[in-house]
């Protein structure tokens, strides 16, 4: 065997691992933070106007009556997300653009909308992937008591019945909730989100009726959307770290795992509620009265495709080890706990990673470690990562350009997390980065931008961060670009 001499060997790279066929590659948005148009064409205010509106509620008074204005720029956002080579746009519907009391009949004007937007992807070639709900409940909803009440979810089963009669002959790939816990835990929890209550029984209650919805949606679409449409719900797993390997912090991760991401992946996936959830927040709800008899088989109803939603990982531990501790677990400081029955655990901030303007730590591993923890939990059911992505404090240089490495290596690192899961085993089928462009980034206003599009808000005008051309290359390759000197 002829040994090759180094200095004669050819010195390309080495071809670079490509994404498996078919790979999805997307990008998010969700109505409220960046349609605008809030008060046109019958829309009536959802509970984020009326939270937006509430002095000291959101940074700057922000609200999201303009936000991106996407309800009349669609047009070009679309012609945007094809020179970028999107494959895939998940936009989320406002409930009460369509149905504007909550109740009874759809409004045509504001179902229009959403017609006009998937015509307008689907002529792109662009696969449109609907979201139900991503936070905003019909005001009047609210009113007759929200989330906390079971009645919420027949409302939500006869709007999805609404949606899936007016776009299911043109999307295939339809979500019911986006995050449900961020709904239930922050909205009725730490109240650092709409409707901004803060009532730890309510907010588990809200749980329970945010699952019903969805596995009464789930059936309300599988009857009516055509055999080969996907159905789906997105979770924000907490990717759940121990400080020590004390036992006492393990039971802190066990206790965030089970509040925060169990009490939605028991019903869904294994049609039952953990019991060590149901011992922690006894004291809080009754369960035997809460989930009725039937329930739990119309929650886990078959879903196909889980989306995961990204950022950063939670490390945990007992108050003793409190050291560095925080209340603030990143989802936002307030004085009561989004995490009922466990508000005693406490939140670290991990030390020697680089953080993102929301201060949340950079840790590629977390989400390689959600993908495979998630894939080994739940093997029948495809992933999607359908939100993942970072703020840095964006601006535009004196030559018109917005220069974001941080959010390249950010998203270079995370790719590569998803990439070394699928090769470990994962069955992951897409990756939508969050956020198509910058947008009302809710209790934090305008102050955080998350877009590979930089937003001028002043004029409107896009302009493509350099993320969002690295990412286009991404795309075009279906594989990561090498990195360092070439
Ligand atoms: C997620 C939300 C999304 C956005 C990102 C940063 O929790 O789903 O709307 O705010 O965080």
Known sequence: MTAVRPDIAPKQAPEATRFPTGFVWGAATAAYQVEGAAAEDGRTPSIWDTFSRTPGKVRNGDTGDIAADHYHLYRDDVALMKRLGLKAYRFSISWSRV??????????????????????????????????????????????GGWPQRVT????????????????????????????????????????HAPG?????????????????????????RGQLPAA??????????????????????????????VGNRIFTGPMLRGEYPEDLIADTRHLVDWSTLVHDG?????????????????????????????????????????????????????????????????????????????????????????????????????????????DPERIAYLHGHLDAVQRAVADGADVRGYFLWSLMDNFEWAYGYSKRFGTVYVDYASQRRIPKASAHWYADVIRRHALPPTGPS
Not at 317 to 343: C, I
Request: aromatic share 8%; proline share 6%; glycine share 8%.
């Open 229 to 258: 449409a996907q159905t789906s719900v997105t979770l924000n797993l907490h990717q759940v770290r121990p400080l020590t390997a004390s036992a006492a912090d393990a039971d802190a991760a066990r206790r965030i795992d089970a």
């Open 295 to 403: 329930d739990l088989a119309a929650i886990s109803g078959p879903i196909d495709v889980l989306g995961v939603n990204y950022y950063t990982p939670t490390l945990v531990s007992t108050p003793e080890k409190g050291a560095g501790s925080t209340r603030d677990d990143g989802h936002g400081a307030s004085d009561y706990s989004p995490w009922p029955g466990s508000e005693h655990v406490a939140f670290h901030l991990s030390e020697g990673k680089q953080r993102t303007a929301m201060n949340w730590a950079i840790d590629p591993d977390g989400l390689y470690n959600l993908l495979m923890d998630t894939s080994r939990d739940h093997p029948e059911v495809p992933l999607m990562v359908t939100e993942n992505g970072a703020a840095f404090d964006d601006y535009v240089s004196p030559e018109g350009r917005v220069e």
């Open 153 to 192: 979810s027949d409302r939500f089963a006869d709007y999805a019945a609404i949606m899936a009669g007016a776009l299911g002959d043109r999307v295939g790939t339809w979500t019911t909730f986006n995050e449900p816990w961020c709904s239930a835990f922050l909205g009725y929890g730490s109240g650092v």
């Open 99 to 144: 149905q504007p009391t909550g109740r009874g009949p759809a409004v045509e004007r504001g179902l229009d909308f959403y017609r006009k937007l998937v015509d307008e992807l689907l002529e792109a070639g662009i696969t449109p992937v609907a979201t139900l709900y991503h936070w905003d409940l019909p005001q009047e909803l609210e009113d007759a």
């Open 197 to 221: 209550r803060t009532e730890p029984a309510s907010a588990l209650r809200a749980a329970h009726h945010l699952n019903l919805a969805h596995g009464r949606a789930i059936e309300v679409l």
